[in-house]
């Protein structure tokens, strides 16, 4: 069974840093591409950014590009999201992301999410 936990969400101010944590179990992590998500409120859940089963792409959405960091431990079965010089436009829920297949990657292929954890950015 998939389980994905996210941690590490919180109430920060704006220019402020957070870095979320999700711990993968229930499927073979090291061949399985992993993403972040966010859904904020009244809106639609978009990507965030993803990583592939090896970490050595790495992928971005425009609105993050250059803020945030993707990566992971496959020694740890873990996923983490760097957020830096955060904005009130971050403020979400952000969830964890298993690629439906192995061996692959692609924006639209992520199936399986986790509970989330809430982002809150003052200003």
């Known amino acids: 069974q998939v389980q994905l936990v996210e941690s590490g969400g919180g109430l920060v101010q704006a220019g402020g840093s957070l870095r979320l944590s999700c711990a993968a179990s229930g499927f073979t992590f090291s061949s399985t591409s992993m993403g972040w998500f966010r859904q904020a409120p009244g809106k639609e859940r978009e990507f965030v950014a993803g990583?592939?089963?090896?970490?050595?792409?790495?992928y971005y959405s425009d609105s993050v590009k250059g803020r945030f960091t993707i990566s992971r431990d496959n020694a740890k079965n873990m996923v983490y999201l760097q957020m830096n010089s955060l904005n009130s436009e971050d403020t979400a829920v952000y969830y964890c992301?298993?690629?439906?297949?192995?061996?692959?990657?692609?924006?639209?292929?992520?199936?399986?999410w986790g509970q989330g954890t809430q982002v809150t950015v003052s200003s």
């Open positions: 992301a298993q690629h439906r297949t192995r061996w692959s990657y692609s924006r639209t292929g992520f199936g399986s």
């Open positions: 990583i592939t089963w090896g970490g050595t792409g790495t």
